[in-house]
């Protein structure tokens, strides 16, 4: 994890009387990191300001914002036009909204391709059914609309778009909030599996802590737009921050069915000395 494919340092997002991100640093190498926390913690917009998203009047400033060697504070739009979607990619949570309802699964990727590579017509037909196999759909699926996919199908299609460039860093925004367990558990070992084949390393946006446990190597987690603890994603069922602590022990579960969930005692300095290595 020598390689820093991310580095984030001092990182500040205000809108007109709101902090929402408070001076986060992170670093991320060629693994697979999960920024996790509730509602509000920070966590997308943290992702929006890698992906030069941050829509105005926010502003995003920092000591270092740096993905591959660029320093993201002074892109232009044509710089981000060749980073992102291409070394950089994303993957939003609900297919839904993230297709174009009028073009079909072949068209949608294909535009993606263009975008960034200089291919012949057949070169990019076999680029897409390359990537269409990569993630478990079979051909036939190049012809269909959004619409007429099924949410862990259109989920699919979304990850091919975000692979099909072979990008260096793939962020993961909620990318499996909108399915059921099964489907959840399908599409995280899917991009971990992309992950390893292709050397790609992920930041997972994610609320979910068992499947960041299984899924990920490290976990940074945020609250109130801050970086409150950090540590092996492994180490979550013993994490001793006591925001860490309830995220994990209030899931609901069959054992706890009828029960009340822990609570947290908002008045703790919560915002205090970090956990784990920085």
Same mark, same amino acid.
């Not at 979304?158 to 793939?170: D, G, H, Q, R, S």
């Not at 050397?199 to 446990?213: E, F, G, R, T, Y």
């Given at each position: 994890? $020598?390689?820093?494919? #991310?580095?984030?340092?001092?990182?500040?997002?205000?809108?007109?009387?709101?902090?929402?991100?408070? %001076?986060?640093?992170?670093?991320? +190498?060629?693994?697979?990191?999960?920024?996790?926390?509730?509602?509000?913690?920070? &966590?997308? /917009?943290?992702?929006?300001?890698?992906? +030069?998203? =941050?829509?105005?009047? @926010? &502003?995003?400033?920092? +000591?270092?914002?740096?993905?591959?060697?660029?320093?993201?504070?002074?892109?232009?739009?044509?710089?981000?036009?060749?980073?992102? @979607?291409?070394?950089?990619? /994303?993957?939003?949570? %609900?297919?839904?909204?993230?297709?174009?309802?009028? &073009?079909?699964?072949?068209?949608? #990727?294909?535009?993606?391709?263009?975008?960034?590579?200089?291919?012949?017509?057949?070169?990019?037909?076999?680029?897409?059914?390359?990537?269409?196999?990569?993630?478990?759909?079979? %051909?036939?699926?190049?012809?269909?609309?959004?619409?007429?996919?099924?949410? @862990?199908?259109?989920?699919?299609?979304?990850?091919?778009?975000?692979?099909?460039?072979?990008? &260096?860093?793939?962020?993961?925004?909620?990318?499996?909030?909108?399915?059921?367990?099964?489907?959840?558990?399908?599409?995280?070992?899917?991009? =971990?599996?992309?992950?390893?084949?292709?050397?790609?390393? /992920?930041?997972? #946006?994610?609320?979910?802590?068992?499947?960041?446990?299984?899924?990920?190597?490290?976990?940074?987690?945020?609250?109130?737009?801050?970086?409150?603890?950090? /540590?092996?994603?492994?180490?979550?069922?013993?994490?001793?921050?006591?925001?860490?602590?309830?995220?994990?022990?209030?899931?609901?579960?069959?054992?706890?069915? @009828?029960?009340?969930?822990?609570?947290?005692?908002? $008045?703790?300095?919560?915002? +205090?000395?970090?956990?784990?290595?920085?």
């Amino acid at each position: 994890m $020598t390689e820093k494919r #991310i580095e984030v340092r001092n990182l500040n997002i205000d809108y007109p009387g709101a902090r929402v991100v408070n %001076d986060l640093s992170f670093t991320l +190498g060629n693994e697979r990191l999960a920024l996790v926390g509730e509602s509000g913690s920070g &966590k997308s /917009m943290t992702a929006r300001a890698l992906m +030069g998203l =941050v829509r105005k009047p @926010g &502003k995003v400033s920092a +000591g270092r914002l740096n993905a591959l060697g660029n320093d993201l504070l002074r892109m232009k739009n044509r710089d981000w036009q060749k980073l992102r @979607g291409n070394d950089v990619a /994303m993957v939003l949570q %609900d297919p839904r909204y993230a297709l174009n309802p009028v &073009k079909n699964v072949a068209l949608q #990727i294909d535009e993606a391709i263009r975008l960034h590579q200089n291919l012949s017509s057949g070169q990019r037909r076999e680029r897409i059914r390359e990537v269409i196999n990569a993630v478990g759909l079979q %051909d036939n699926v190049q012809a269909r609309y959004p619409a007429e996919l099924s949410g @862990g199908m259109g989920q699919r299609v979304m990850i091919a778009i975000a692979l099909v460039n072979n990008p &260096k860093v793939l962020i993961a925004d909620e990318p499996t909030s909108a399915l059921d367990a099964i489907l959840r558990n399908q599409i995280l070992e899917l991009l =971990v599996e992309q992950c390893e084949q292709r050397q790609m390393a /992920m930041l997972l #946006i994610s609320h979910d802590l068992p499947l960041v446990a299984e899924h990920c190597q490290r976990v940074l987690v945020m609250y109130q737009g801050q970086k409150v603890d950090e /540590m092996p994603a492994n180490a979550l069922s013993t994490a001793a921050h006591p925001y860490t602590r309830t995220l994990w022990t209030c899931r609901p579960h069959a054992a706890t069915y @009828g029960t009340m969930l822990p609570t947290l005692d908002r $008045t703790q300095n919560l915002q +205090g000395e970090t956990h784990g290595n920085r």
